[in-house]
């Protein structure tokens, strides 16, 4: 069955810790992303990845960190310098890396609460 | 300004109402439109993608572009409570341009 997975479903973390989403995904898709969700605002983009080691910062890069050592894998650490963490992340992969104009699939998201 | 807006809903239809679901945009560059469903606490799924103007139908789904007035529809018909999820709309002008997402409708569809 070829899907995105992402884990853990929810998490909870301390102010001051990092804490690291886990993104893979079996359907070898070359491009890879991650978005954040927050009540009335649309998705944005915080990482993206083209192609195995190489990832480009999207609109709110800040406080957050990626790496792409392996093309089924796009894990995102949320730094203790991301100042309002609280939100629902979603992952993201598109078939090529042509591109935003590739359909992109998602997810079932993790929900990140800080206490 | 936003780049691209949507009301946020909720908007209520009993069962087998049609449903027209509405986004606008500013920016005239954009030619790539989507039309993603989402059910609570789940990822967005791909329902309708379009380029440019005109319509594309999918079984009881209709996308309409109207690039003149930077007017984008989603039509439901014979709407289900199934169909009850928050939709949002997304948009690009070409490949190298993120997507720009809408902050959605909620749509609920009563038995």
């Known amino acids: 069955d070829g899907g995105i997975t992402q884990s853990p479903k929810y998490l909870f973390r301390k102010e001051g810790q990092n804490v690291t989403l886990s993104c893979e995904q079996n359907?070898?898709?070359?491009?890879m992303y991650w978005y954040r969700q927050d009540p009335g605002q649309g998705l944005r983009l915080i990482y993206y990845?083209?192609?195995?080691?190489?990832?480009q910062k999207g609109d709110i890069a800040e406080g957050y960190s990626v790496s792409r050592e392996k093309k089924e894998s796009f894990p995102l650490t949320v730094t203790s310098a991301q100042k309002n963490p609280t939100a629902f992340y979603l992952c993201?992969?598109?078939?090529?890396?042509?591109?935003?104009?590739?359909?992109?699939?998602f997810g079932p998201g993790t929900r990140l609460t800080v206490l | 300004q936003k780049e691209v807006e949507q009301d946020p809903g909720p908007l209520s239809v009993p069962e087998g109402a049609i449903v027209s679901l509405n986004c606008t945009y500013s920016?005239?560059?954009?030619?790539?439109f989507m039309w993603y469903r989402q059910y609570s606490r789940k990822g967005p799924e791909l329902l309708m993608y379009?380029?440019?103007?005109g319509n594309k139908e999918d079984g009881r789904f209709t996308a309409q572009v109207d690039k003149s007035s930077k007017y984008i529809s989603l039509f439901i018909r014979d709407s289900q409570p199934s169909d009850s999820a928050t939709y949002l709309c997304a948009m690009t002008s070409t490949g190298f341009q993120k997507l720009v997402f809408g902050t959605g409708t909620r749509l609920l569809v009563s038995p």
């Open positions: 920016n005239s560059a954009f030619q790539y």
């Open positions: 990845s083209q192609i195995v080691n190489d990832f």
């Open positions: 379009t380029y440019s103007s």
């Open positions: 359907l070898n898709h070359d491009a």
């Open positions: 993201a992969s598109s078939l090529t890396s042509g591109g935003f104009t590739d359909t992109q699939y």
